[in-house]
């Protein structure tokens, strides 16, 4: 069974940082694409980034230069580190495993709000 949970969420003013982590089972990442996504209210989800099973990290272009994804494989954990966060940041960050099958799994996301 996948179980993917996310954490690290919270409010944050703006230029601040998070990190936010999703610790995932059920899953081999070196067989599998993981990606973090947002979702802000009344929009679409959006992609930030995905790592795929060989390490190849990629970016939504409006994602690069402030959000960094890693992942720990020995954790089964992937990273989002967010910079100087600004307030069109504030969405519900989740975290999401895709594999060759076509299986898809998504976490119950985490809250960001960039406020002042």
């Known amino acids: 069974q996948v179980q993917l949970v996310e954490s690290g969420g919270g409010l944050v003013q703006p230029g601040g940082s998070l990190r936010l982590s999703c610790a995932a089972s059920g899953i081999i990442f070196s067989m599998c694409t993981m990606g973090w996504y947002r979702q802000a209210p009344g929009k679409q989800r959006e992609l930030v980034a995905h790592i795929t099973g060989g390490g190849t990290t990629t970016y939504a272009r409006s994602m690069v230069g402030r959000f960094t994804m890693s992942r720990d494989i020995a954790k089964n954990t992937v990273y989002l580190q967010a910079n100087n966060l600004k307030p069109e940041d504030t969405a519900v960050y989740y975290c999401?495993?895709?594999?060759?099958?076509?299986?898809?799994?998504w976490g119950q996301g985490t809250q960001v709000t960039v406020s002042s």
């Open positions: 999401n495993a895709d594999r060759p099958s076509g299986s898809n799994y």
